[in-house]
């Protein structure tokens, strides 16, 4: 991806520019820095990782429980945050990607073993490999007709799997659980996730600031005049969908062993999708930080729903009423709403 | 040959239920510009409207559906101005108007759901489960009538819309807001009551929905790409396009069904969806892509 | 007060942009054709959709018989009998054209009389007769531009905004629309014509305006707006013109 300019920088004028550019480039960047508070979220991770050590104490089985499952949709949030954040392309079909990673490793470790920690990355791999196929297909629409191609796409998928023997049809695979003992029992996943979580942070930002976060961004912001500006729009989408699809099939792959059960309506129900849509607008689409902050509070708020309220009804209701607040009020995000008011704590910013 | 009638039969009576299904939606784009996600759940709410009406009171599910459809209708103003209202100005209006058509079909879904709870039902007036035969080949008396009452709602939308002032009005914004707006049409209030229009016909579409298939609150979300390939092929906004595009797929999927197992049937819709939009998304009667 | 409209110092622009118009003024009496003429961007047409409603006012007022039109819908503004033809011409392309003119009489408060003066407009204009089952969009740019003006005409407005009646038409269409466009004014109708071809417009009017960044910069009757050597230079393609 890096490989630009070489070819220009043959010419003097070219490279005079350039070399200023950069310098302005350095400029900049170390007055973001200055705004920025790095030590934030590498602390907040060290403190993730030492959490475990309270099991020593008694039972915080439920407290790793909620940690690990924000981190695996902090995963899934960032990852959709590469297409629908970055790129503008609101995709309400990602879950298929959930689906493909969950039962490519949950199969492999139901019929030889492999631990799917270590088959996530294959999953990755996978599903950028199909996320590949489906974006050069379905990006050729946009806006509201990607939506309606991408809900289709959820529909097509959820047939096929429901219907499919070898995976167990709509009744799904039972994967065997782990034999360590009830307070150890998450930690391989908890690591795992979190792990994970933090991988898809930073990689969001590499992509963020590399060649090709400039043209997903120039994409979102005015399609055609990053096509006329040279940019290879077709390519740059399809990268962004197939990067995006693989954070969400690495989760998707862990996430099936951690429930010891990979079927449908674990991994292709339309709450999924929506969760994921629902954090990065509510944290901030587009923004670093948001898909993170999305994750927390959307997990928090559906945790003290269904403990107070219970029934699962409502909690779709509930979630519904919060999107159509969020788009109205708060169409920016979090983030983006503090940033748009010079407000953004130092703390939440990892742009 | 007895095969093939009866499954054409099957598959026309179909195609008038989902062409009715499909009107409301394609008269909403077609005014507002809003795709609207919510409409097959709002479908089931009117269904949920006729099924208590038929059990609680016995009241028939066709004398049911202009009460559903104006339950619903009223439904639709609300939701209107407290959703739609605020964003009818928006640059990014499509795009964001498809989450906030997406999150109210999950205020709907739920509230529903909440109410009502996820069993099947299904109303079941004696017509539902009788049919008519012809030697060997069969009309089911249940979707015969609904497909009767659809063709009768469509037509009657279509002379509302062809010679009433108002009707006039509606397709007048349809094709040019501005243009409306200059001659005298308020597209706000006309934005509105076509609105409520189309949920109304949500409702009706509920009532007859109501005996023909068992629904749950959950639902809507196989139709959602159901009824979007039938507007998307009929060219969004085109509600005749629309009613064709109901019939040439349900034919389709009635054939899909019986020679290769009814799983695949609905698999007709989805396909026909995406082929449409990668190949044609004008669809077939439109003459500029508008969804773009 | 022999003003029938009155503009002073309007400010306006699309949504968020910038301001097109900035302090443009501008009166016009009644029974007259008045010709706005100005370069690409000048803001003309910004002007008139200010007027017509299309466009919030920011600041100053427009004023009709007295009364300022400032926060009215163009639903409103059409019924004060201030009709505006944009350049798309604002037809519907998919109804018939007897559908079109029947739209054109829709903020008739009486409708009983609107078939009469449909028939009227269809025997005054024989092409639309003609077309009459035909649609709107099916029609040639010149038939397209008579339906649009024509279709003014039913409810007797006291202002007509023309907004380059002549764009994209053959020479020999543009004099026939400008034809029209005089018919409509011998009938008492005032009109409010924007024209790119400043040279053509001017010809055509009684009063002229220049209108430059968002200002008026001159006006006076159309023969002295013409003759000015100033405005020759700058807008009429240089003195050679004369």
Redesign the interface.
Known sequence: MMTILTETAAADATSSVLAARKAHNAKLSANADKKRAVWFPIAFLAALLVLPALQFTGNYNYVLHLVLFTACYVTMASGWNILGGFTGYISLGHNVFFAIGGYFAGMIFARYGISTIILAPFAGLLCAFVGYLIGSVTLKTRGPSFIISSLALVMIARILFDHWQFVGGANGVALKSNDLSVEWAKLPYYYAFVILAAFSVWASYKIKHSKLGLGLRAISKDEIKAESAGIDTRTYKVLAFAVSGAFVGMAGAIWGEYLTYIRPNIFLIILVSVNMVLMCILGGKGTIAGPVIGAILIIAFNELFVATLGASELNILATGVLMVVVLLFFPLGIVGTLARHHRLPRILNWD | MEQIVQTLILGIALGGVFALMGSGLSLVFGVMRI?N?AHPSLIIAGAYVTYWGFKLWGIDPLVMLPIAAIILAAIGVILYKL?FE??AKS?KY???T???T?????????????MF??TQRVTSPDYATDAIFFGNVFIPTGQLYAGLASLVIIGALALFLKHS?FG??I??TT??R??????????NFVGIMSFAIGIGLAGAAGSLVSFVFSFF?AKH??W??VL??LV?LGGMGSILGTVLASFMLSIVAAFVGAYFGS??S??TF??A??LI??VR?QGLFGEKPE?? | MSQLLEVTSLTAGYDDGPAILDGAHLTIEPGKVHCIIGPNGAGKSTLLKAICGMLKIRQGDVKFKGESLKGLRPDQILRKGICFVPQERALFPKMTVRENLRMGGYSLADKSGLERAIDEIEERFPILRERRDQHAGTMSGGQQQTLAMARTLIIRPEIVMLDEPSLGLAPKIVHEMFGIMKMMASEGITILLVEQNALMGLKNSDWGVVLDLGKTLFEGPAPEVLADPRIQELYLGGKKAA
């Open positions: 795709v996600l959703v605020k964003e640059a499509s795009e964001m498809v989450l906030l997406f999150a109210t079909a999950m205020i709907v879904e739920g509230a529903l759901g909440g709870t996820n002032r006039n009005a397709r007048a094709q040019n501005d243009a409306a707006e200059l001659l005298g049409v308020n597209v609150p979300w196989e959602i790409a979007m390939s998307v799983t695949w609905s698999m989805f396909l969806l995406f939009l990668l998304p969804l773009a």
